[in-house]
């Protein structure tokens, strides 16, 4: 089992729609953290949380440390933000990343 | 503010060569990390350093690879006598040092063995 599971795997969508990604790990965290993966290779930091809730333009990422679960919503959604998406975590006393296996999102004009 | 640099953003080498991988973090930042993406495949951690220290190389094939951070200029990630499986993008990150800090993403080095 990975460390850090993300759902689904691919997700195709409508232009407009309300995405959501989802991600569980089955550890304490010092961090969650979500990046995009353009088509191109290129990586992006989008958040970094430990709890709450962040937002950023139309990306929302909230986080429940109980329950070892984040979410990542995209509003309004287009066809720009087709991209792998990922979330990964790290641990106190050790800042390495440890990756979900990535979310590919395709969203249709 | 320049971003994680990474050179050569492409590289071919045949089997039995070596590769270096170069990065130069971003100013200010003291912290390391080199990440392996097999095609197809998701990002794994390789290595972890900080100015002149390996922090954690448990990701890190324990032949033919090893890596650096001197005091002065890039770090260095160096594959030896390389092999088909060694294809891959490899990423560096850097960042701050202090807790809990994000990690900036360079553009990648695309490894190609003939």
């Known amino acids: 089992k990975n460390e850090v599971e993300q759902s689904p795997q691919n997700l195709t969508a409508q232009e407009g729609e309300f995405i959501t990604i989802n991600c569980s790990y089955s550890v304490g965290i010092s961090a969650l953290h979500w990046l995009q993966q353009h088509p191109g290779g290129g990586i992006v930091s989008l958040f970094m949380l430990s709890s709450g809730k962040k937002k950023h333009g139309r990306l929302i990422a909230t986080i429940n440390i109980q329950e070892k679960h984040s979410s990542l919503h995209i509003t309004a959604s287009h066809p720009r933000d087709s991209a792998v998406y990922i979330c990964?975590?790290?641990?106190?006393?050790?800042?390495?990343?440890?990756f979900g296996t990535g979310t590919r999102l395709t969203i249709i004009p | 503010n320049a971003g994680v640099m990474q050179n050569p953003r492409h590289l071919v080498r045949r089997r039995g060569q070596e590769a270096r991988l170069r990065c130069s973090p971003m100013k200010g930042h003291s912290h390391v990390y080199w990440y392996r993406q097999l095609p197809e495949e998701g990002l794994k951690f390789m290595v972890y350093l900080q100015k002149e220290n390996i922090i954690d190389e448990s990701g890190m094939p324990k032949e033919r690879f090893s890596a650096e951070f001197p005091k002065e200029g890039p770090s260095i990630l160096r594959i030896q006598q390389v092999v088909r499986g060694d294809s891959a993008a490899y990423f560096c990150?850097?960042?701050?040092?202090?807790?809990?800090?994000?990690?900036?993403f360079g553009p990648g080095t695309r490894l190609t063995v003939l």
């Open positions: 990964a975590r790290t641990l106190f006393g050790n800042e390495k990343l440890t």
């Open positions: 990150a850097s960042s701050p040092g202090l807790a809990y800090n994000e990690q900036f």
